[in-house]
């Protein structure tokens, strides 16, 4: 089995979707590298992007169409300006064509060189696309992918594109693998081991540098979502809300940058009600700049991308816990967990419901928050396994197929449960757990087989039928 660097499970994204629009964003990108092996991107004649199943059930309101469009264009969604995203978008619509690759300005009219094909679904996933490049000397090339998640995509004869296949020193593809290693490495924490298997793609000073820069990505998410007041895009008419809980829990405090914010974050009442509220106030900020097309982290998807963020700020204001030790070595455990459910289950919402992408971020803050509380290998693992056991069955039901109801107060509620799930770990004995790590993520796996479809983020099932929206 292939090993996975933490940071391909926590890394910098693009809202609103990691599944549904980072992935098929990366699709086109890839198919553009596809296209240059066999002729300059010159010789394009026309170029045609179909999109099924869950990607185009959901796809207006997930972006599907804007990030095939931006890829092709052969825009990068981590450089992007996020704020000229409606504009390029408007501009390829209206003239009914697209700069491909930066290079080739060709004919691409909206309904007929890309569709949203809502009747049919690909057999080999749900989240399923065709990509075709028609040449000027009428050869073509058709090339399948499929978004599994996370950002991650893949085709039926590759599994993924993300990284040359690693083996690390002390392969961990279970929790079993994660004992087994740290006694066989002699090391104390969980962390430790991370460090000893990120070495296989780079140094631990880079490992320790890419860790913070994450958490500076974290932080600046976060302020500008406390910042931004108004209505979030895409018809559901849904108020921002974090701006306003900031303000009510800083009274008239004023600042002028994110330094400034987070010292008085940090310099607050610390009762049991207010810390609750700003861990809320963490969520729905990072997850409401995600809704609108900001930059996130994406930890392991943008739907759950505010939980590990909320956590980690809980951590640094409020906990004795908050050196860049202690957010380096979150950040290594919390990815590591993530890895083992992308291994041995899933974290797409389209194959297992939101128990894929907020039960998982929540297993990975909690793990990563009991690690840097002292907690024992057995009692992260433990923390881990607590979250996700009360998410199982967890379905994905977006209204209107936007990342919005539920999904935004969802990662609020998914922080909260990672912070319960760290301190019941924290004052247990790992020996005498009735369910290990690894049992439950076959537990999540067997449920997401069992699902229907309909609570697979494709909007036919749940609060999407319950609350009657016209579609965005």
């Not at 007929?112 to 996933?125: A, G, M, T, Y």
């Not at 969980?190 to 890419?210: A, F, G, H, M, P």
């Not at 990342?403 to 004995?429: L, Y």
Request: charged share 20%; net charge negative.
């Amino acid at each position: 089995m292939e090993s996975i660097s933490i940071f391909e499970i926590i890394k910098v994204g693009i809202g609103p979707s990691s599944s549904h629009t980072m992935g098929p964003w990366n699709a086109a990108e890839n198919f553009l590298n596809q296209i240059k092996k066999i002729h300059p991107l010159s010789e394009v004649k026309e170029v045609f992007v179909e999109f099924f199943g869950s990607l185009a059930k959901t796809g207006i309101g997930h972006g599907t169409d804007i990030a095939g469009m931006l890829g092709l264009s052969g825009e990068n969604f981590k450089l992007i300006n996020t704020a000229k995203i409606d504009e390029k978008i408007a501009g390829i619509k209206a003239s009914n064509q697209i700069n491909l690759g930066g290079e080739n300005l060709i004919p691409f009219v909206y309904g007929k060189h890309l569709i949203l094909n809502k009747s049919k679904s690909l057999d080999f996933h749900p989240n399923g696309m065709i990509f075709r490049a028609v040449f000027k000397n009428e050869e073509e090339l058709t090339q399948d992918y499929y978004s599994v998640g996370g950002g991650f995509i893949a085709t039926q004869e590759q599994s993924s594109f993300e990284n040359e296949c690693v083996r690390t020193l002390y392969p961990c593809h279970s929790g079993a693998d994660v004992f087994k290693n740290i006694a066989k490495t002699k090391v104390e924490r969980v962390s430790d081991l991370v460090y000893l298997n990120e070495e296989s793609w780079r140094t631990k000073e880079e490992t320790e540098k890419e860790a913070l820069y994450i958490w500076d990505q974290i932080v600046e998410c976060i302020y500008k979502g406390v910042n931004k007041e108004g209505i979030l895009p895409g018809g559901l008419n849904v108020t921002r809300r974090a701006a306003g809980l900031n303000r009510k829990l800083l009274g008239d405090k004023i600042y002028k940058n994110k330094a400034e914010w987070l010292q008085m974050v940090i310099d607050t009442d610390e009762s049991f009600t207010n810390i609750n509220k700003w861990v809320s106030c963490f969520a729905l900020a990072v997850n409401e700049e995600n809704a609108s097309f900001g930059r996130i982290i994406t930890a392991p998807t943008n739907g759950a991308s505010g939980v590990i963020p909320a956590v980690l700020m809980y951590a640094k204001a409020f906990t004795e816990y908050c050196s860049d030790e202690d957010i380096i070595r979150f950040i290594l455990v919390a990815g590591e967990i993530g890895t083992l459910f992308k291994k041995n289950a899933t974290i797409s919402a389209a194959m297992g419901g939101c128990q894929a992408e907020v039960g998982v971020s929540s297993a990975m803050a909690a793990a990563g928050l009991t690690e840097i509380m002292g907690g024992s290998p057995g009692q992260v693992l433990m923390a881990a396994e607590i979250a996700m056991e009360h998410h199982l069955g967890l379905t994905c039901d977006p209204i209107a197929g936007l990342v919005q109801i539920p999904c935004i107060e969802r990662n609020s509620m998914g922080a909260m449960k990672a912070i319960t799930a760290a301190n019941i770990a924290i004052e247990s004995d790992p020996a005498k757990a009735k369910v290990s790590l690894d049992q439950v993520i076959q537990s999540m796996w067997e449920t997401a087989q069992s699902m229907s479809e309909r609570f697979k983020e494709t909007s036919e099932g749940g609060l999407a039928i319950a609350v009657n929206v016209a579609e965005c």
